[in-house]
T-cell receptor, first 109, second 113 residues
């Protein structure tokens, strides 16, 4: 049970911000939200994670709603190399990862 | 940079064959993992290991075994390959617990005929 719901696919124009939503309405208080991505023919790559506060790193920003039932991954200036499947994962810090089906993001030139 | 390598990118085997998938990491990581990835099902954990000679079952261990004789190497074994084991197999390693610390290899695409 992946505990998250994501749209199966999204398109975004190159240079624009890509906003990927994730619903996790059953998240518990000590579970984190993690995002990974998988570029074709490669293994998954960690992007970012958060608990309650919004987070930003060199790859992306993570916005978590106040009730923590949903979140959005933001790629501020999408490039063609960001075309990938993006996985939103909810889990405890020391628990295993359960990958769902993810969102296939297409960056359009 | 952490490097996780897998012995083959593509492999074709026949039903009933014994199959070895090798994974090597070069960062002295304690934890290593084997996943399989199938369309529509995402990644599923097969086995993991938190130390040499230690192993723990994941969500779908049936039909698989593992071996961790050295810290840097974690092998997945299909004792008698079956067609339903056709899949992409991904190895990962991590030093600390926590999903943000897992580094994945490039994957082995196995076809069982």
């Amino acid at each position: 049970d992946a505990k998250t719901t994501q749209p199966p696919s999204m398109d975004c124009a190159e240079g624009r911000a890509a906003n990927l939503p994730c619903n996790h309405s059953t998240i518990s208080g000590n579970e984190y939200v993690y995002w990974y991505r998988q570029i074709h023919s490669q293994g998954p790559q960690y992007i970012i994670h958060g608990l309650k506060n919004n987070e930003t790193n060199e790859m992306a920003s993570l916005i978590i709603t106040e009730d923590r039932k949903s979140s959005t991954l933001i790629l501020p200036h999408a490039t063609l190399r960001d075309t990938a499947v993006y996985y939103c994962i909810v889990t405890l810090r020391d628990d295993k990862i359960i990958f769902g089906k993810g969102t296939r993001l297409h960056i359009l030139p | 940079d952490v490097k996780v390598t897998q012995s083959s990118r593509y492999l074709v085997k026949r039903t009933g064959e014994k199959v070895f998938l090798e994974c090597v990491q070069d960062m002295d990581h304690e934890n290593m993992f084997w996943y399989r990835q199938d369309p529509g099902l995402g990644l599923r954990l097969i086995y993991f290991s938190y130390d040499v000679k230690m192993k723990e079952k994941g969500d779908i261990p049936e039909g698989y075994s593992v071996s961790r004789e050295k810290k840097e190497r974690f092998s997945l074994i299909l004792e008698s390959a079956s067609t339903n084991q056709t899949s992409m197999y991904l190895c990962a390693s991590s030093f600390l617990w926590g999903p943000e610390t897992q580094y994945f290899g490039p994957g082995t695409r196995l076809l069982v005929l």
